[in-house]
């Protein structure tokens, strides 16, 4: 147990909808990665936030967003829902600003079935 | 484009035998460099890193990788496999503070 928890395990939706992920880090890490995870696309890092801000950004689309909240939890906001969408969805921390030279934390993912 | 490349999809190993799962990187400057492995229905878990020092890295669960600058490499070993080493593999690398991974290599370990 990596101590990220994730929620919901799965979920299904449909096209056009618009759904929101959670994930609480480890207690002390500031930063929050979240990562999408499919099969055609591999793994890709969407956005990080460290301490509330934003710290960087991947190949995140414009349909989605983020935040950190004070308490440190993330959510991933997906919206206008396309098929391609589906994936797994992971949130990993940190506690450091910079996630190149220090491990990350993996949640156990969101899995996201769009029909 | 600053990546890691993993060459084989899967790798397959009998149990007691050594394996070797390939990474090889391409990255100006000195890369960071890391092993995470994935079980079935779980998150990545973290294996090992390099960052500086000693080209031997030893990691978790016995694992070890070397790093190789002339040959661009960054492969992951371990002297005798398990069954319970079976998974999916992948190799990453820091590119402007961000891991980008590679494709991930299924490593299966026959009893």
């Known amino acids: 147990d990596s101590g990220v928890t994730q929620t919901p395990k799965h979920l299904i939706t449909a096209t056009g909808q618009r759904v929101t992920l959670r994930c609480s880090p480890r207690s002390g890490d500031l930063s929050v990665y979240w990562y999408q995870q499919s099969l055609d696309q591999g793994l890709q890092f969407l956005i990080q936030y460290y301490n509330g801000e934003e710290r960087a950004k991947g190949n995140i689309l414009e349909r989605f967003s983020a935040q950190q909240f004070p308490d440190l939890h993330s959510e991933l906001n997906l919206s206008s829902l396309e098929l391609g969408d589906s994936a797994l969805y992971f949130c990993?921390?940190?506690?450091?600003?910079?996630?190149?030279?220090?491990?990350?934390?993996f949640g156990p993912g969101t899995r996201l079935t769009v029909l | 484009a600053q990546s890691v490349a993993q060459p084989e999809d899967q790798v397959n190993v009998a149990e007691g035998n050594p394996l070797t799962v390939k990474c090889t990187y391409s990255?100006?400057?000195?890369?960071?460099l890391f092993w995470y492995v994935q079980y079935p229905n779980r998150g990545l878990q973290f294996l090992l890193k390099?960052?500086?020092?000693?080209?031997l890295v030893k990691g978790s669960y016995g694992f070890e990788a070397e790093f190789n600058k002339s040959q661009t490499s960054f492969h992951l070993k371990k002297p005798s496999a398990l069954v319970s080493d079976s998974a999916l593999y992948f190799c990453?690398?820091?590119?402007?503070?961000?891991?980008?991974f590679g494709t991930g290599t299924r490593l299966l370990v026959s009893p």
């Open positions: 990255v100006s400057g000195n890369p960071y």
């Open positions: 390099y960052i500086t020092g000693d080209n």
């Open positions: 990453a690398v820091t590119v402007l503070q961000k891991l980008v």
């Open positions: 990993a921390s940190s506690p450091a600003t910079s996630g190149g030279l220090n491990e990350q934390f």
